[in-house]
């Protein structure tokens, strides 16, 4: 069976446009770690999860992300499991709030820091900006609201890291950002693509009326390396 190239879509993408970001040990790709401690994996199956173990040090900790729920091994804990649907967009975008939005450059990094620890959309590596497009709203000089891209493979873009300061919320700032994100990948002639928490109805909501709808839902699991010493205690 032929699969679509987003039922593994982080696999994909460390096979592809990001494979110089990642490296492979067997059928697994670890992401670099300067850009976060993921791992991707062709098949979820007990040889890959034996050679993501091999991989690891005893204690150390790593977030899997595929298409299934990741259950304990003998040398692999699971610690946290996270559903997170994926939506697509692959139609026109809605009309954008008449809101003004900039490409965010690296003089503008620390302030996307700030804003990220602050409304906590999820990790933001050093190496961000050099992995994709992000706009942004100011208030003045200050960073408020902001929206980026981040996968890229066959034909889709990610769009991620949506976040909105808390003292600027319900002001229509979160759609403006994700719509300029979006304009400028479809404008690529690409197809946009998120991830968003199974709980977070009014991320779900905003989405939704940006056109984006549930495709399929892949799992977050964060798993810890038990037993036996490994390839990376060596």
């Given at each position: ?114 804003l990220v620890d602050v409304a906590r959309p999820g990790p933001l590596g050093p190496r961000a900006l050099e992995l994709g497009n992000f706009r942004g ?18 034909r889709y873009t990610e769009v991620a890291t949506v976040c909105t300061h808390p003292d600027y919320r319900g002001r229509g700032y979160a759609r403006a ?58």
């Amino acid at each position: 069976m032929v699969l679509h190239p987003l039922d593994n879509h982080l696999w994909n993408a460390l096979n592809g446009a990001w494979a110089g970001y990642s490296r492979a040990v067997g059928r697994i790709r670890l992401l670099s770690p300067d850009i976060a401690r993921v791992v991707a994996l062709e098949a979820v199956s007990p040889a890959n999860l034996s050679t993501l173990a091999w991989a690891m040090a005893v204690g150390e900790e790593i977030l899997v992300i595929a298409p299934q729920v990741l259950q304990s091994t003998a040398e692999l804990e699971v610690q946290s499991v996270k559903p997170v649907l994926q939506m697509v967009a692959d139609g026109p975008i809605p009309a954008a709030p008449d809101i003004a939005t900039f490409r965010l450059s690296v003089a503008d990094f620390p302030q996307m820091l700030a804003l990220v620890d602050v409304a906590r959309p999820g990790p933001l590596g050093p190496r961000a900006l050099e992995l994709g497009n992000f706009r942004g709203i100011f208030d003045g000089a200050k960073l408020v609201a902001l929206a980026g891209e981040r996968l890229r493979f066959d034909r889709y873009t990610e769009v991620a890291t949506v976040c909105t300061h808390p003292d600027y919320r319900g002001r229509g700032y979160a759609r403006a950002v994700v719509s300029a994100v979006m304009q400028e990948i479809v404008d690529a002639g690409r197809t946009p693509f998120l991830g968003v928490d199974d709980g977070n109805i009014a991320a779900i909501r905003l989405y939704e009326a940006l056109g984006f709808t549930h495709r399929s839902t892949f799992y977050l699991s964060l798993v810890k390396r038990t037993g036996e010493a490994g390839q990376a205690d060596r």
